[in-house]
């Protein structure tokens, strides 16, 4: 059985065969060819959090398979509002399909939830610890649109304090040769432990002195939802945003990305330069899927 939890549980070698295979299901994820590999078999999605384009491309990624989807998404509608422990729901769920994607506000959930299940389990992001298949459709991305992965220079911007796709993304761009600017406020730095963990060629900066010289710029929204309180959600509120203005400087070939959903770190004058990147990103999260998904039922 092969969970997914954490992109530490990947080497660079089962990165690059996953994004390998990920290419070979582009015409698939994109309605050109039709392909049933996942005939027969179901994938139980259970999301703790809101969720968009994490839920509905791993439902896309299965359908074009062959495959079918459950959902328990709203849990006033389910047993878990009467109080049904995760322990359970995992262990009924798991009777029913053939792999559980889980998205759950507490960190380590899904490593619980693995640990309950009698299927494989793929973290979809527990609070802020990891978000293992937004990095694979991360670093799919790089690889597609800037040509490579070593040798890249990347800005990580935002909310790293809180930001799971940050936590994830960081410890796979250490496997590959790349150089990392942090930006953000001092109150959203990342956290000490993690950048030591990291190792390699990491340096905080500020955006106008490094914008000439970044291949991607990777930001992230405030994660509201993670803050202790209201007021120290206030203070750092709309402390940082990108417009065309800001991205004068940027090389022709530097991409924006962005997991998504954006709040108003990004203006939509961005979404008109040649730089923007983050809508085609979350294409690639379908193709990305199904090689995850394939992986782990087949
Ligand atoms: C991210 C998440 O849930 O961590 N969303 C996503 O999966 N694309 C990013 C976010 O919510 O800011």
Redo the contacts with the bound molecule.
């Keep these: 059985m092969k969970h997914l939890i954490s992109i530490t549980d990947l080497d660079r070698e089962d990165i690059s065969y996953i994004l390998k295979k990920a290419e070979e299901f582009e015409d698939v994820a994109m309605g050109k060819r039709k392909l049933r590999i996942l005939e027969g078999k179901i994938l139980g999605n259970l999301f703790f959090?809101?969720?968009?384009?994490?839920r509905m491309s791993f439902e896309v990624a299965m359908k074009r398979l062959g495959g079918d989807v459950i959902n328990m998404t709203a849990q006033e509608a389910s047993s878990v509002a009467k109080g049904e422990t995760l322990a359970d729901t995992i262990r009924v769920v798991s009777g029913y399909c053939d792999a559980i994607v889980i998205?759950h506000p507490l960190e380590g959930a899904a490593r619980f939830a693995a640990e309950n299940s009698s299927v494989p389990v793929i973290n979809?992001?527990d609070g802020a610890g990891q978000?293992p298949t937004?990095t694979l459709l991360d670093l799919y991305t790089i690889k597609k649109e800037c040509g490579r992965l070593d040798g890249i220079t990347i800005a990580l911007m935002g909310?790293l304090k809180y930001?799971?796709?940050i936590h994830s993304l960081i410890k796979a761009l250490a496997l590959f040769e790349m150089k990392i600017y942090l930006i953000s406020p001092e109150a959203l730095a990342l956290p000490e432990d993690i950048i030591e963990d990291v190792g390699g060629e990491i340096k905080k900066a500020r955006l106008e002195d490094v914008i000439s010289e970044i291949d991607v710029l990777y930001v992230?929204?405030i994660?509201k939802e993670r803050f202790p309180d209201e007021e120290e959600y206030r203070k750092v509120s709309g402390s940082y945003r990108i417009t065309a203005e800001t991205l004068k400087k940027a090389k022709d070939g530097m991409i924006v990305m962005h997991?998504?959903?954006r709040v108003d770190e990004i203006h939509p004058s961005v979404d008109a330069t040649k730089h923007a990147r983050y809508f085609q990103q979350?294409f690639y999260?379908v193709p990305v899927r199904m090689a995850i998904l394939s992986e782990v039922m087949l």
């Design positions: 959090e809101p969720s968009t384009r994490t998205r979809a992001g978000h937004q909310d930001s799971r796709t992230t929204r994660q997991p998504l959903p979350s999260g």
